[in-house]
């Protein structure tokens, strides 16, 4: 960003309420068209499901553009909607906020970036599978989950302060995940087909979009050297709100989602690690796993 003129720098970190606005209708306008579709049992409705998944899962990409506080010009915005995709995804926002920042600042370094506790990224194709398979996901995040809530979670990246806000937050989210329960058990079996059912097919979907993120990158300091931007097509980066672009994301996060294609574009040259498509960087991370 050093090379970039004062001016450019301020105009490409600018934050508008509009653009993210405009990008969070569309997508939840297809959650919802989607939903009503299933919710109406339309003819083979179950087909409709992994759409639903891939949909809902990839909340995770404003979620995540919420803790930088970029997608939105009121920081209060980005806060509610960050915590309202955490629901969706298990995923605790006041927790996940420190998470990723730390992930910023350690960013493949496999003692200190968080993404890489407890063994990293898989190294071997059983791995591979179970990590992909998302259930490992829903069974770290429910035990965070319980740990928050118990006031038990002590990373060294969580500052002591925010100890009661995250507690306060996992206390509802239970309550919520209570709530569901109780209403599915009671009431009627929807949100179970809505929700819950999708994003366990959907997860999968997300696990392979994250790898290509840092896998198989360098355990080095240079953002251009440890990140990986993946070439894709328009659908994809709309859903993932722009985050296949992700060296740009790593060099200068303070860049909102939208402005992210123009920032490739003066940056590309400098990029060192590209893939064109997230098959091909699949198939060429299977090709370095153990059997």
Known sequence: MAALAPGTRADLTRRMNAPGLRHLALHAGLIAATGALIGAGVPFWPLLLPVQGVLLVFLFTPEHECTHRTPFRNPRLCDAVGQICGVVLLLPFEWFRYFHLAHHRFTNDPHHDP??????RPTTRAAFA?????????????????????????????????????????????????AVALFTALASPILLWLWIVPVLIGQPVLRLYLLAEHGGCPHVADMFCNTRTTLTTRAVRFLAWNMPYHTEHHVYPNVPFHRLPEFHRLIRARLLQTENGYLRFTAAYLRRLDG
């Open 115 to 120: 993404e890489l506790a407890g063994g990293g």
């Open 130 to 178: 179970w990590h992909v398979s998302g259930l490992p996901y829903w069974g770290h995040q429910s035990a965070l989950l319980l740990r928050l809530a118990l006031g038990r979670e002590h990373a060294e990246y969580l500052p002591q302060a925010a100890t009661q806000r995250m507690q306060r937050e996992a206390w509802g989210l239970l309550f919520i995940y209570a």
